[in-house]
C-alpha cells in the first residue's frame, strides 16, 4: 500500500455514518480516526486505509484491520487496553471486566483499572480500526450514533 507512507489527513464522506471519516496519518501509521460533520480544509479523499474503511462500512465482507498500523501514543497500560480491544473479532463483543481480564496487569475487581479501562476506550484515538463499540458497556470514542450504527452494521 504505497500511500500509507505519505503523512497527510484524509477524508471521505459515509452515506451511511452521515458523517465523514477522517484519517491522520504520519511515518506509515494511523495517527487518529475521528467522524467530523466538516473534514479539515487540506484533507484529500485518496487513501488506502480509507479504502479499506470504507469496504468495512459497506458490509459486503467482514474487514479486519489487523495490518493496519496504529501509532499508540499513550502509556503502556491503555496501550494494553487498546491492544486487547483489537483482538475482539468481528461480530462479537465483550463487556468492560472481560477486558480488564484479558488485559495483562489489569484486575478486573480493582475499581481504578476498570475506571483505566473506560478511560482508555473514551480516548481511543482510531475508533473503527480499534473497535471500541464492540466493548458493550463501555464508552466509545466514537460519537454515540457512530457507535450504534457501528455496532449495527455487525450485528451487536
Known amino acids: 500500500m504505497d500511500d500509507e507512507a505519505v503523512a497527510g489527513i484524509y477524508a471521505r464522506e459515509s452515506p451511511y455514518?452521515?458523517?465523514y471519516v477522517q484519517v491522520g496519518?504520519?511515518?506509515g501509521r494511523v495517527l487518529s480516526v475521528s467522524f467530523p460533520e466538516k473534514p479539515d480544509e487540506d484533507a484529500t479523499p485518496d487513501?488506502?486505509?480509507?479504502?479499506?474503511?470504507f469496504e468495512y462500512l459497506d458490509a459486503v465482507d467482514e474487514i479486519t484491520f489487523d495490518d493496519v498500523q496504529v501509532a499508540l501514543t499513550v502509556p503502556t497500560d491503555r496501550r494494553a487496553v487498546l491492544e486487547q480491544v483489537r483482538t475482539?473479532?468481528?461480530?462479537e463483543s465483550i463487556g468492560v471486566t472481560t477486558l480488564a481480564r484479558m488485559t495483562p496487569e489489569l484486575d478486573p475487581d480493582d475499581d481504578e483499572d476498570v475506571t483505566l479501562v473506560r478511560t482508555t476506550l473514551a480516548e481511543n484515538p482510531a475508533p473503527i480500526l480499534i473497535p471500541d463499540h464492540r466493548v458493550r458497556d463501555g464508552p466509545s470514542a466514537a460519537p454515540p450514533a457512530i457507535e450504534q450504527k457501528l455496532r449495527s452494521l455487525e450485528n451487536l
Open 17 to 19: 455514518l452521515e458523517r
Open 47 to 53: 487513501h488506502d486505509v480509507l479504502d479499506r474503511i
Open 88 to 91: 475482539i473479532p468481528y461480530g
Open 25 to 27: 496519518v504520519a511515518s
